[in-house]
T-cell receptor, first 115, second 112 residues
Framework: AQSVTQPDIHITVSEGASLELRCNYS??????LFWYVQSPGQGLQLLLK??????LVQGIKGFEAEFKRSQSSFNLRKPSVHWSDAAEYFC?????????????FGTGTLLAVQP | DAMVIQNPRYQVTQFGKPVTLSCSQT?????MYWYQQKSSQAPKLLFH???????NEADTPDNFQSRRPNTSFCFLDIRSPGLGDAAMYLC???????????FGDGTRLSIL
């Protein structure tokens, strides 16, 4: 069955510290991979996406993610967290083919940033 | 700026009273999606339109309907809302194929 796992429900980091949010997927083929961020009461904003090619993907707001096929992972990283990064982060996968991009979301990781 | 706009941002309705949520887009995307998101959960796809073709998810309750009168607008109708339907409803759009989805800010629905 297709699924996305975000093992960490809640993470707290200090401002300025580095961050890594984990995402593992189970899919029949290499899917398309996304990270979205959701601030309280807001919709989801796309941080970055991986379709093919270079496995290290750069996104907005200083985020990057690395696709590791052997580990079925797509972890999100940021070298120095800012207080404004506090939000919920969702990893999602989409089908490698087809006309519509139906996403499967992970359950999210809530990030808190300590001053 | 091209965007996805949801109205209203907050909607309160009574138990059993029909309610309609709206979504409009200026991105000219041919695919539109409706998600339900309950507190601290992932968005759950209810249905999507590929152009005028409606695609319902197997576990979407019959209580939920949708209309897409043109490319720019899509509506979510809840015929007889129950307390369990209180949630954030998110609209998203994308181009066809391997394209990311663009989300609106959502409508928070409360049921009295």
């Amino acid at each position: 069955a297709q699924s996305v796992t975000q093992p960490d429900i809640h993470i707290t980091v200090s401002e300025g510290a580095s961050l890594e949010l984990r995402c593992n997927y189970s899919y029949g083929a290499t899917p398309y991979l996304f990270w979205y961020v959701q601030s309280p009461g807001q919709g989801l904003q796309l941080l970055l996406k991986y379709f093919s090619g270079d496995t290290l993907v750069q996104g907005i707001k200083g985020f990057e993610a690395e696709f590791k096929r052997s580990q079925s992972s797509f972890n999100l990283r940021k070298p120095s967290v800012h207080w404004s990064d506090a939000a919920e982060y969702f990893c999602a996968v989409g089908p490698p083919g087809g006309a519509t991009n139906k996403l499967i979301f992970g359950t999210g990781t809530l990030l808190a940033v300590q001053p | 700026d091209a965007m996805v706009i949801q109205n209203p941002r907050y909607q309160v309705t009574q138990f059993g009273k029909p309610v309609t949520l709206s979504c409009s887009q200026t991105l000219n995307h041919n695919v539109m999606y409706w998600y339900q998101q309950k507190s601290s959960q992932a968005p759950k796809l209810l249905f999507h339109y590929y152009d005028k073709d409606f695609n319902n998810e197997a576990d979407t309750p019959d209580n939920f309907q949708s209309r897409r009168p043109n490319t720019s607008f899509c509506f979510l109708d809840i015929r007889s809302p129950g307390l369990g339907d209180a949630a954030m409803y998110l609209c998203a759009t994308s181009r066809e194929g391997r394209q990311p989805q663009h989300f609106g800010d959502g409508t928070r629905l409360s049921i009295l």
